[in-house]
Every structure is written in structure tokens, then in C-alpha cells.
């Protein structure tokens, strides 16, 4: 079975500082992963995904992640952070093959104070 | 191009009350999933559709939770009886075919069993 773990439920920090969320998986082939946000009162949007080849990737909203294998890693960054990136981000990961559902994290609640 | 569309929006149940959540979703989407989300679980999976058909469903919630896709545009979430943990917002997503491509989500029904 895979699962995903986050381990900051709440992150906090200032305006113009960089932001790195957390997240690990476990799976014992090769996942896809993804990340996904969610604002006050809206449903999850996609930020970004990683499924091979450069395990830097670029997403939407000047947001990245790095898939680290060796630690089975994917974790969130932006720099500088806005106070408009409040919100609560979730990590989630696909097996592949022929069962496309996401197994997500509990999630990071962001907190970026002007 | 519509989004994945959910109603209603709230529902308020008695104790022991069927309900019936509906989901349509983006045009051509093959896949298709039900989600509950609360504070303390975060997202789980209830079902997965692929094609109108059923992929798999939550262990945890075959007792009282029946979902259906009658066509490719149009799903039903059934609770019965329902109960107050069962209190949460159900989310209902679609994406097309293919593990490495974007979910997309509806704004959820947020369920209140009194």
C-alpha cells in the first residue's frame, strides 16, 4: 500500500521569506506525485506534478518541487512567499499504472503574514 | 468549459435521514471520484469510477455509502442511513484517462447531520 506523509500540520512565516513544505511518500515503485492547494472556501486546485525526468518541476503561482528518490521526498517551495499564498497545500501521489486515484496527505496549513 | 459541478452546495440531514449528493463531471473526463474530507482524516477516498465503472470503493465506507454513475456525465453519492460523523465535505473530481494527468475538482457539498 502507498501512503504520503506531511509532516507540518501548520506552517507560519513572513511575507518575502521562502517557504519549503514537506512531504514524503511510500511506495515501492516509482509514484507519481503531485501537489495541490487549497484556499479559504474553495476546493483543491492543482499546483504542480512530477512523473519522470527532471525531478526539479515547475508549477503554477511561481511554485516548485523536488523529487528526491534517495529519501523519498517531494517537497513544496516558493521564494519569496505572499500573503496570498495562504492556504492549506496537500501532497498526493499516484501509483501508476492502471489505478489513476490520488492518495493524499493530511495536508500543511501556510500562514503568510504581511 | 464547465468544471466539475456538485449539488447542493449544503445539506443538512437528520440522523437516520438518505441523501443523495450529485456530480458532473467535466465533459469527456473518464475517471471519476468521490472524496470525503474532514479536519481530522483530511481526504479519503469513497470511490472511483473509470468509464462508469467501478474501479474501487473505500473498505470503510461500503456499510452506508453507495455511489453510482449512471452516464458519463452524471454521478450520485448515496448515504443510508446517515449518521452525525458523517458530517464533512464530500468532494467529487474527474480527470482524463491516465495516471499522470490532472484532477480536477468541484467546490464539494458540505454535509451536516443533525
Known amino acids: 500500500a502507498q501512503s504520503v506523509d506531511q509532516p507540518d500540520a501548520h506552517v507560519t512565516l513572513s511575507e518575502g521569506a521562502s517557504l519549503e513544505l514537506r512531504c514524503s511518500y511510500s511506495?515501492?515503485?516509482?509514484?507519481?506525485l503531485f501537489w495541490y492547494v487549497q484556499y479559504p472556501g474553495q476546493s483543491l486546485q492543482f499546483l504542480l506534478k512530477?512523473?519522470?525526468?527532471?525531478?526539479v518541476v515547475k508549477g503554477t503561482k511561481g511554485f516548485e518541487a523536488e523529487f528526491r528518490k534517495s529519501n523519498s521526498s517531494f517537497n513544496l517551495k516558493k521564494s519569496p512567499a505572499h500573503w496570498s499564498d495562504s492556504a492549506k497545500y496537500f501532497c498526493?501521489?499516484?501509483?501508476?499504472?492502471?489505478?489513476?486515484?490520488?492518495?493524499f496527505g493530511k495536508g500543511t496549513l501556510l500562514t503568510v503574514t504581511p | 468549459d464547465a468544471g466539475v459541478t456538485q449539488t447542493p452546495r449544503h445539506e443538512v440531514a437528520e440522523k437516520g435521514q438518505t441523501i443523495i449528493l450529485k456530480c458532473e463531471p467535466v465533459s469527456g473526463h473518464n475517471d471519476l471520484f468521490w472524496y470525503r474530507q474532514t479536519k481530522i482524516q483530511g481526504l479519503e477516498l469513497l470511490s472511483y469510477f473509470r468509464s462508469k465503472s467501478l474501479m474501487e470503493d473505500g473498505g470503510a465506507f461500503k456499510d452506508r455509502f453507495k455511489a453510482e454513475m449512471l452516464n458519463s456525465s452524471f454521478s450520485t453519492l448515496k448515504i443510508q442511513p446517515t449518521e452525525p460523523k458523517d458530517s464533512a465535505v464530500y468532494l467529487c473530481a474527474s480527470s482524463s484517462q491516465g495516471s499522470n494527468t490532472e484532477v480536477f475538482f468541484g467546490k464539494g457539498t458540505r454535509l451536516t447531520v443533525v
Open positions: 498526493a501521489l499516484v501509483r501508476g499504472g492502471s489505478n489513476y486515484k490520488l492518495t
Open positions: 511506495y515501492s515503485a516509482a509514484p507519481y
Open positions: 512530477y512523473i519522470t525526468g527532471d525531478t
